[in-house]
């Protein structure tokens, strides 16, 4: 079922280790299928090194299991609210990349301050609030979900494809699998760039003009950066 997706996956994951934003089994990506109402998630704690396209697990949109031997993501009810809510999205990726992650340990969003960074996010990379005892001793998983999607109130998802969880990590997502993947190493990159930044000058600001225009030339309906 979904073999061409489950490929993707796999590959989109193993590509998460390519790029040094995983280590262990610390990340997760999928994709759905939204014709068909099913996506597809990696497997919770399988080694990377002996994971195999047939491993990955297909889901319904109510979360269960349709296709696998093996357990989906532990982050997979998290991954389901996304798309539940977010129907714009075709994939997202999970990571605890180093300094995406200090940032989301720190509570504090990803400021955009450079071009770079506005190539990819029209604005800041939001950071949602801290969890409260009933969302963390409940339906955990789901309501790290649930923190994201409030904390995109009049936030377009496509426009900032990636939010860091309070105290926990980075999401991202695309408009596919390889996007979402993509988006997470922008993620981390912008973030590494805010950290020395902000070391070297805590009191920088980023000409708002330059946001616009770097986001504009490659997502606007004008836009004209590359082929």
């Known amino acids: 079922m979904l073999e061409a997706l489950k490929e993707e996956v796999f590959k989109a994951n193993l590509d998460l280790v390519k790029h040094g934003l995983v280590i262990f089994t610390w990340g997760n990506a999928s994709a759905i299928d939204r014709s068909k109402g099913l996506f597809v998630i990696k497997p919770s704690g399988v080694d990377y ?11 319904d949109m109510n979360g269960n299991v349709v296709d696998g ?3 989906p993501s532990s982050d997979m009810p998290t991954h389901l609210y996304l798309y539940q809510h977010f129907k714009e999205i075709g994939g997202v990726v999970h990571t605890h990349s180093t300094y995406a992650t200090a940032w989301a340990q720190a509570g504090v969003g ?5 071009t770079t960074h506005a190539d990819y996010f029209a604005q800041d990379i939001p950071c949602t609030r801290q969890m409260n005892e009933e969302e963390v001793f409940g339906a955990y998983e789901r309501d790290t979900g649930k923190v994201i999607i409030e904390r995109f109130n009049g936030i377009k998802p496509l426009e900032v494809p990636g939010v860091l969880v309070h105290n926990h990590g980075p999401f991202s997502w695309g408009n596919d699998v390889h996007n979402a993947v993509h988006n997470a190493v922008v993620m981390e990159q912008v973030a590494k760039m805010a950290s020395i930044s902000l070391s070297v000058n805590p009191a920088l600001k980023m000409n708002p003009l330059l946001i616009k225009k770097h986001y504009e030339r490659k997502h606007g309906k004008n836009a004209y950066y590359g082929q």
């Open 49 to 59: 090194d002996i994971m195999k396209p047939s491993d990955m697990v297909v889901c």
């Open 69 to 71: 031997t093996l357990k």
């Open 110 to 114: 990803i400021p955009n301050i450079g």
